[in-house]
């Protein structure tokens, strides 16, 4: 079959967030099931290919710029936003459209995330439409403070509702998601099909080491520097840290979000550490190519994940266990259903700084239990998070989707 993946979000343009790598790892592994598979994508520059093939997978970008600069009007700089992505799911049904004529689709997938499908959702369609769930703006807009989300979300939001609501097939990374979007819109919890994310465990294995008590104990954390992500919980965690495990290292990997007045958090974070005289023992290195995360992965110890804001599923958490290492993470959204607490790894809730501290100086004090746990997160990914695995279930439902489509019409 033609399947369709519209999803502004693919490498490397996009950057290698959780939604792009799911994205790149799930077209690609239903092309390697035979199947043809198309991405239609963003791009920010016109330097950018609109159209090039990426081991088989056809890969339209279409170019999009940000323009942020009207953002700062009085009043309607708020709706500067929006009002963008309407004219993107605008220009992506536009697309789909022109596909449908000169190739044929047998089914589009949308994320959720913007409402990118709302045009093609809207009109007339001649292929059925899943929508996947990953963390709608409706859901992130109850943990982001007032001055860190200056546009306005309900429109988006609103969008989001509707694309869900009419869509042919829902697809959510766990459970916890899916039962939100259910409440949210109103709609039968059975109509969501739980399927996870999907990560590569041959590009994430690790290499065996053996842990020796004099080294540094490499602590990681993945993902953008802001409150949301938890930065500033753990960097209060940190000293405790620091005291109790001497050896204790600290590597930050993530683009900066600065903040509303302009400031970098990267450099407010490395003034802070400075202060502190522990510059020596926290590395900010900001956003780095794939195959950096990948040797930085293989040289840690702990992954920490001290979210504040809504995980569906936690893709940093899962790439973490394909690496053999242990988790400490928030026990927030969909995160207790990708880390097991006490056998992948430890659970702290959102924001406890000390419940925070203590878990990462157990695992930094404790080879063997890093070892174990590190293991454990591994066969779990093999097990259930495998691109063959996720792309057989998500075929199942599309099937499913496409016949009952057919049917209708």
């Given amino acids: 079959m033609h399947i369709v993946l519209a999803n502004q979000w693919y490498p490397p343009h996009s950057g290698y967030g959780g939604v792009a790598m799911h994205n790149y790892y799930l077209s690609h592994a239903l092309h390697q099931l035979g199947h043809r598979v198309t991405v239609v994508a963003c791009r920010r520059s016109a330097e950018v290919p609109a159209v090039h093939k990426d081991n088989g997978v056809a890969v339209y970008r279409l170019l999009s710029r940000d323009h942020y600069r009207l953002r700062r009007l009085p009043l309607l700089g708020r709706y500067v936003r929006p009002v963008q992505q309407l004219i993107y799911s605008w220009r992506v049904a536009r697309k789909l459209r022109e596909i449908e004529q000169a190739e044929g689709l047998n089914l589009v997938e949308f994320t959720e995330v913007n409402a990118e499908g709302f045009f093609y959702v ?14 709608p703006m409706f859901v992130l807009r109850r ?14 939001a609103v969008l989001e509702k509707f694309c869900i609501r009419h869509a042919d097939a829902l697809t959510a990374p766990s459970h916890d998601m899916a039962r939100v979007i259910a409440t949210e819109c109103g709609i039968p919890l059975e109509r969501i099909a739980v399927i996870s994310n999907t990560v590569n465990a041959e590009e994430f294995r690790p290499t065996p080491r053996e842990p020796n008590a004099g080294d540094d104990v490499m602590i990681l954390h993945v993902g953008r520097v802001e409150r949301g992500k938890g930065v500033q919980v753990l960097a ?58 990948l040797t930085t992965y293989a040289s840690a110890d702990i992954c920490v994940v001290p979210s504040l804001i809504y995980e569906s599923f936690s893709y940093t958490c899962a790439q973490a266990m394909a690496a053999g290492l242990p988790v400490v993470a928030s026990r927030i959204g969909g995160i207790p259903e990708t880390v097991d607490d006490g056998t992948t790894g430890i659970l702290v809730d959102p924001g406890d700084v000390d419940g925070l501290a203590r878990a990462i100086i157990r695992l930094a ?18 097990a259930l998070y495998t691109s063959r695995r996720v792309a057989e279930m998500n075929l199942e439902v599309y099937e499913q989707t ?3 489509f057919q049917k209708r019409r």
């Fill in 143 to 156: 943990y982001y403070r007032a001055e860190e989300m200056r546009y306005d979300t309900t429109i988006t």
């Fill in 365 to 382: 004090r404790d080879a063997a239990l890093r070892q174990r746990m590190g293991g454990a997160g591994r066969a779990k990914v093999e």
């Fill in 122 to 135: 809207l009109t007339h369609h001649k292929a059925p439409v899943a929508i996947r769930c990953q963390t």
């Fill in 236 to 293: 209060e965690a940190i000293p405790q840290v620091l005291r109790a495990v001497p050896q204790a290292r600290f590597v930050f990997i993530g683009a900066d979000r600065p903040l509303p007045d302009g400031r970098s958090q990267i450099t407010i974070l490395r003034e802070h550490f400075a202060s502190l005289g522990l510059d020596s023992r926290v590395d900010l290195q900001g956003q780095v190519s794939q195959a950096e995360l």
């Fill in 402 to 404: 496409i016949g009952n």
